[in-house]
Nanobody, 126 residues
Framework: QVQLVESGGGLVQAGGSLRLSCAGS????????MGWFRQAPEPGKEREFV??????????YYTDSVKGRFTISRDNAKNTVYLHMNSLKFEDTAVYYC?????????????????WGQGTQVTVSS
């Protein structure tokens, strides 16, 4: 089992930057592929994939809407995964969740993740 705690969210103007962190505790962090997902505030919006990183950090994958703007990284020695967000847009406004996939390879599917953090709010003002 692993516990995940996100931090780093906040209010930022369009074009600005934020860095989200997700600290894990419990099971060995390097046994988990990690992902970032987000859920926008509009009614009916489902949680959507943002980025994922493999257990070693060698492989990363992004949803098209954030490619070139967001970077996922991890530091297994610190049990932490990061999401660096640049050139933020109004439509990036959402609650951002990190998730852990035990012995996974990195997935875009919510269903493949075993553990979730509580989320951190990111609000981008236009």
């Amino acid at each position: 089992q692993v516990q995940l705690v996100e931090s780093g969210g906040g209010l930022v103007q369009a074009g600005g930057s934020l860095r989200l962190s997700c600290a894990g505790s419990g099971r060995t962090f390097s046994t988990f592929a990690m992902g970032w997902f987000r859920q926008a505030p509009e009614p009916g919006k489902e949680r959507e994939f943002v980025a994922t990183i493999s257990r070693s950090g060698d492989n990363r994958y992004y949803t098209d809407s954030v490619k070139g703007r967001f970077t996922i990284s991890r530091d297994n020695a610190k049990n932490t995964v990061y999401l660096h967000m640049n050139s933020l847009k109004f439509e990036d406004t959402a609650v951002y969740y990190c998730a852990a996939d035990y012995l996974g390879y990195g997935s875009i599917s919510v269903r493949d993740y075993d553990y979730w953090g509580q989320g951190t709010q990111v609000t981008v003002s236009s």
